[in-house]
């Protein structure tokens, strides 16, 4: 089984911030903007706003003692490379991460990941007004309908997505399922990478969710979202924010 690396705009972020970080960490006394422009080759369109994402998750600071705003690592990035405290650190990272996007797109929000050929989901926040979707079968045999599986599924090869299908039956779990093999893997490779899978009542009646891939390294990931039925008119919308909030996720992952 293989992974298809194909470039997603959250992914693209990440590499222009690891760029950035790198940088930032070589210089102790701080690196400007004109400095951070010239190394990294970014234009102030793509830097500025990759500055703004790395300030307000902690990754850098600016010096506010500099004439000129030089910038340094941020307490966030000085938490994970403390040697014994990473792991920990990692994690208080991702759950603050997942409260925010729940909190600023409305909707329960969960990271999942594809791990020795099973969908298991990570971590998730949810809340009183943002519930948790009903796991009534289990992810782990529901790839087909989900969209956290479909998500995942789609970062495979062809011979993986079989070998997936081929474990687990393809059970019809609302009116609404795709249970023929065929029209599946067709639907998966028509998929484009940029655009957030839809599950709307397949999983589940009375629930839709999105979900959108964070691929890292050769583990397949996603990012998704639920809500409920009737607020189906806001899933897009919120897919697109939770696309656009899957970088500090992602970035967290790669460091």
């Not at 990759?50 to 004439?67: A, F, I, K």
């Not at 065929?182 to 009542?201: E, F, K, M, S, Y």
């Given at each position: 089984?293989?992974?298809?690396?194909?470039?997603?705009?959250?992914?693209?972020?990440?590499?222009?911030?690891?760029?950035?970080l790198?940088?930032?960490?070589?210089?102790?006394?701080?690196?400007?903007?004109?400095?951070?422009?010239?190394?990294?080759?970014?234009?102030?369109?793509?830097?500025?706003?990759l500055?703004?994402?790395l300030?307000?998750?902690?990754?850098?600071e600016?010096l506010t003692?500099?004439?000129?705003?030089?910038?340094?690592?941020?307490?966030?990035?000085?938490?994970?490379?403390?040697?014994?405290?990473?792991?920990?650190?990692?994690?208080?990272?991702l759950q603050?991460?997942?409260?925010?996007?729940r909190?600023s797109?409305?909707?329960?929000?969960?990271?999942?990941r594809?791990v020795?050929?099973e969908?298991?989901v990570?971590?998730f926040?949810?809340g009183?007004?943002?519930?948790?979707?009903?796991?009534?079968?289990d992810?782990?045999?529901?790839?087909?309908?989900?969209a956290?599986?479909?998500?995942l599924?789609?970062?495979?090869?062809v011979d993986?997505?079989?070998?997936?299908?081929?474990r687990?039956?393809?059970?019809?779990?609302?009116?609404r399922?795709?249970?023929?093999?065929?029209?599946?893997?067709?639907?998966l490779?028509?998929?484009?990478?940029?655009?957030?899978v839809?599950?709307?009542?397949?999983?589940?009646v009375?629930?839709?969710?999105?979900?959108?891939?964070?691929t890292?390294?050769?583990?397949?990931?996603?990012l998704a979202?639920?809500l409920?039925?009737?607020?189906?008119?806001?899933?897009?919308?919120?897919?697109?924010?939770?696309?656009?909030g899957?970088?500090?996720?992602l970035?967290?992952?790669a460091?």
């Amino acid at each position: 089984m293989a992974l298809k690396h194909q470039a997603t705009a959250p992914y693209d972020s990440v590499q222009s911030a690891l760029r950035v970080l790198d940088i930032v960490a070589r210089h102790d006394t701080g690196v400007t903007t004109v400095e951070l422009a010239r190394e990294t080759r970014l234009p102030a369109t793509r830097l500025a706003p990759l500055l703004r994402m790395l300030r307000r998750e902690g990754y850098v600071e600016q010096l506010t003692d500099s004439p000129v705003g030089a910038y340094v690592t941020g307490e966030t990035l000085n938490r994970l490379a403390a040697a014994g405290h990473h792991e920990q650190a990692l994690r208080a990272k991702l759950q603050s991460v997942l409260d925010g996007l729940r909190d600023s797109i409305g909707a329960a929000v969960y990271l999942s990941r594809y791990v020795d050929g099973e969908v298991e989901v990570t971590d998730f926040a949810a809340g009183p007004r943002t519930p948790a979707v009903n796991e009534w079968v289990d992810f782990r045999s529901s790839a087909h309908a989900s969209a956290i599986g479909k998500s995942l599924l789609t970062q495979l090869d062809v011979d993986g997505r079989r070998d997936h299908l081929a474990r687990h039956r393809m059970a019809r779990l609302t009116s609404r399922t795709i249970t023929n093999e065929r029209a599946l893997l067709n639907r998966l490779a028509a998929q484009p990478a940029t655009v957030p899978v839809l599950d709307l009542q397949e999983y589940a009646v009375g629930t839709v969710c999105a979900a959108v891939p964070i691929t890292a390294g050769s583990t397949a990931g996603c990012l998704a979202l639920s809500l409920p039925v009737e607020q189906a008119h806001r899933l897009r919308d919120a897919a697109d924010t939770l696309n656009r909030g899957a970088a500090p996720l992602l970035l967290s992952l790669a460091l």
